[in-house]
Structures are given as C-alpha cells and as structure tokens.
C-alpha cells in the first residue's frame, strides 16, 4: 500500500506540472485545442462527403460511422494526453544522455517514462468526443443498455493498452538504434489502420486485424459493442490481447536495458 500510495502522489505530481505547464503558455494550449477542432471538422466533413454518395459502406450507416469516428477519436485523445508525447521523446533522451538521469531515480523507469507528462490540451478533445457519439446515438434513436456500454467502456481502455504497449517497445527500439527520431512512424502506422472499420478490408485482413494484429480493438470492435454488435468474448480476447502486449512491452524494456550504454560510459 505504501508503494502505491507513492505512486500515486507521484502522478498527482506529474499532473500538478502538466498544469503549470500548459498555463505558462495559455496561447499554445489554444491553439493546440483550435488544431484539434479542426482536425476533427476536417475528418466530418470528409465522411460527409463520402456518404452524400452512398448509404452505407461495408455495413455501416452515416450515423454508425459517427459513432467510429468519435472512438477513434476519443481513443486518439485519451493517448494523447496519457503517454503519447512522453514515450516519443524517448529515442531523444537516449541520443541526449539523459536517460541516464531517469534510470537513476529511485522511482520504476518505465512508470516515470510513460507518465510524467499528462498533455491536458487534449481534454477538449475528449469532451467534443463524448458530445460527438451522444449526437451519433441520437441520429439512430438509440439508447445502448448498461451492459453495452459498460462493454464498450472495457474495449476502449483496453485499446488504449494494447497500442500503449505497442508504442513504448517502438520507442524501447531507439536502445539500439539511438539516432532514429521517428520511430513513432511505426506507432502512427499501427494507429492509422486502426482510423478504418476492419469490415472494409477481406476475410484475410480482417481476421489478421483482430486475432493477429489486434487493431481491430482500437476503433471497430469498441464502436460495435457500443452498437450492441460485438458480443461480451471479445472483452476477455481484449484483455488477453492487452495483458500479451503489456508483458511483452515490460520484457522487451527489461532485455533493452541490458544493452543500453549509459552516455557516462
């Protein structure tokens, strides 16, 4: 109890930074919630376009798809602001040296890494998702039950897990590839495939997708259990797939750091 509680004042910490941060530069927090707004605007105006010339595409609706679209986004955002930015400096702190500064804190490197700074211009992005998938429900006349939503809730974090994990062994890669600044590409690939229902691509791709590859948890498979079309098994084949992918992240850290040359060596 007492190394949680220290972990907790600890993130609580982190917050309280974040914070300030992002108040020491009012105009920048703005214009990033700006950037986002019309990043999303972008994107709605992009599926308007798409349906004003069909029904429906691979089964799903104008108003099923908003409801993709504020998955993804509200997955995208809660990334975003958890760990997203962090881990990508990563490949610069070991380029810098100054990793060696966080291996020498008496706190788990991978905790300090992953979660000490908390993007909270994102929280805008997050709310505007929230509204986007009740505006989404109301144009089917929808009201998903408790255990669905309670379902969808499940897939989302457990999405967010699984492309965490994901994301911190591409950047455990710059242990050894040091001067590659964008290894968040791969990161980014992962997440791009995941924008896109798995029903638009064949049996093959769609079945690699979610028992392979498990993108399909990111977007599609959340989206659908809020829709009532995703049964309870995929949560327990979700959190399967996010326990496989956290464990192999904590190891794949773990085995780096055993090849990792501190910049005072």
Known sequence: MTRLRFYWNLYKAFLRTSLVREMEFRANFWAKMFYNALWLGFFLATLKIIYMHTDSIAGWSESEALVLAATLYFIDALIATLFYFGLSELPTMVRQGTLD???????DSQFWLSLRRINLDQLGSLVVAVLLGIYALLRLDYLPSLPNIALYIGMVFTGVLIFYSFHFMMMTLSIWLVRVENLWVLSE????????????????????FTYVLPIAFLA?????????????????????????????????????????????S
């Open 101 to 107: 500064f966080v291996l020498f804190k008496p706190v």
């Open 189 to 208: 690939v992962f997440a791009q495939i995941g924008r896109f229902p798995t029903d638009v691509f064949d049996r093959v791709l769609r079945r690699v």
């Open 220 to 264: 599609t498979i959340p989206a659908k259990a809020l829709l009532g079309k995703a049964s309870a098994g995929f949560l327990w084949f979700a959190v399967a797939w996010a326990l496989v992918f956290f464990i192999a992240g904590r190891m794949f850290w773990k085995f780096a750091l055993r090849s990792y040359t501190s910049a005072s």
